[in-house]
């Protein structure tokens, strides 16, 4: 079957969305840094909401360990994640920008990186990852909203994952306290959870919307 063409896909999430909601989306540049659990259901969702332009950054490799909750197929196994993701959401949303940053995001390197996105999102794994963008973000691009995410873990109520503004430019998902060391570790759902809280926040902030 013949993949729709750009205006028909437009035209589709047009509908579904309005003119003026659609054409922020389609307008908008985010950055996803960090391509596991979080970042690659974050990116999913922002691609089949039509967000124009995507910055995916990420240093791995997809791992079999990977596949009980990211958005990467068996046969993608020791793909970078940021070639294997790109490819699955060329798939969803074909006329998306991607660009690409296979490299490790450091306090180095991180302003450069980011200095033509609009919206970043914090989708680490490790708490000191974790710490250094947003340190960054807050220190060098605080203009720049920040949508970041703590405790998902296990399988805990999905009721107590929330979004929370906590300065004028920073948004924390999660339910601030799970944490894979307490025992069950990540597992799919609860992660989604997480992730679709993360990219709410970030099509609430393209329409123009704030957390109270």
Not at 53 to 69: A, E, K, W
Not at 119 to 126: P, S, T, V
């Amino acid at each position: 079957m013949a993949v729709p063409t750009s205006e028909e896909m437009y035209a589709a999430l047009e509908e579904r969305h309005g003119k003026e909601l659609q054409k922020r989306l389609s307008e908008a540049r985010v950055a996803v840094c960090g391509l596991g659990g979080l970042g690659s259901n974050i990116a999913v969702c922002l691609a089949r909401a039509g967000v124009g332009h995507l910055h995916l950054i990420d240093f791995d490799l997809v791992d079999i360990s990977n596949l009980n909750r990211q958005q990467y197929a068996a046969n993608q196994l020791r793909l970078p994640k940021t070639q294997a993701l790109s490819d699955n959401l060329r798939a969803i949303a074909p006329y998306c920008h991607i660009t690409t940053d296979t490299v490790m995001l450091t306090a180095d390197n991180a302003t450069v990186l980011l200095q033509d996105d609009q919206i970043i999102c914090e989708a680490f794994d490790k708490a000191e990852n974790k710490a250094v963008l947003v340190n960054c973000v807050l220190e060098n691009m605080p203009e720049k909203p920040l949508v970041a995410a703590s405790g998902m873990a296990g399988i805990g109520s999905a009721n107590s994952i929330r979004t929370r503004r906590i300065m004028k430019n920073f948004y924390l998902c999660g339910d601030g306290e799970s944490d894979i060391a307490d025992g069950l570790g990540l597992v799919s759902a609860r992660v989604m959870v997480c992730a679709a809280h993360q990219a709410n926040m970030v099509i609430r902030l393209i329409a123009g919307e704030r957390e109270p």
